[in-house]
T-cell receptor
């Protein structure tokens, strides 16, 4: 079945460091891909998304490119801030599933130190 | 515009008791989803409503879980009787058009359930 695999955390970085959180997927066809973020004490928020191969999603300085050839959707940010500390979830929505069910990775906790 | 709300935010119950979680979706959203994150693992789908109808309940773990959405507005998820392995964070999400590619699901803050 469809699945998403994320790099395990926690990830600890210093402020202004470069961030990469790896995400790979297994799916039938061409799924839509998402990154959600959960800040401490809050719910999940959509960070960015991409709906077809080679699309780049971006928001708040974060970027991720939909790579069909490597079945990946890695999250990157050039310079992280303390306020980026959160749990990041990669997810897919399979094209065959018209109900919109999301399949998530296990989440990666990011801690940014001043 | 109000977001997805969930109640309670936390619940601590003993094994064998009953707990009911509530979700209020964004007004006008026909699609409502329940998800669960157990023990820091991945977030897993439980079920999907379209208005008041259950579209997909393939993720419901067993018959101790009962979800309803009377009138197609808010939804409740009842766990009866609760077991230790039911502990986790229960998320609710809503969206307008589930069939639209890339349609965004808006999530609530979650209910943290602890079964002792």
């Amino acid at each position: 079945g469809d699945s998403v695999t994320q790099m395990e955390g926690p990830v600890t970085l210093s402020e202004e460091a470069f961030l990469t959180i790896n995400c790979t997927y297994t799916a039938t066809g061409y799924p839509s891909l998402f990154w959600y973020v959960q800040y401490p004490g809050e719910g999940l928020q959509l960070l960015l998304k991409a709906t077809k191969a080679d699309d780049k999603g971006s928001n708040k300085g974060f970027e991720a490119t939909y790579r069909k050839e490597t079945t990946s959707f890695h999250l990157e940010k050039g310079s992280v801030q303390v306020s980026d500390s959160a749990v990041y979830f990669c997810a897919l929505r399979a094209t065959y599933n018209q109900g919109g069910k999301l399949i998530f990775g296990q989440g990666t906790e990011l801690s940014v130190k001043p | 515009e109000a977001g997805v709300t969930q109640f309670p935010s936390h619940s601590v119950i003993e094994k064998g008791q009953t707990v009911t979680l509530r979700c209020d979706p964004i007004s006008g959203h026909d699609n409502l989803y329940w998800y669960r994150r157990v023990m820091g693992k991945e977030i897993k789908f439980l079920l999907h409503f379209v208005k008041e109808s259950k579209q997909d309940e393939s993720g419901m773990p067993n018959n101790r879980f009962l979800a309803e959405r009377t009138g197609g507005t808010y939804s409740t998820l009842k766990v009866q009787p609760a077991e230790l392995e039911d502990s986790g964070v229960y998320f609710c999400a809503s969206s307008q058009a589930a069939t639209k590619t890339g349609e965004t699901q808006y999530f609530g803050p979650g209910t943290r359930l602890l079964v002792l």
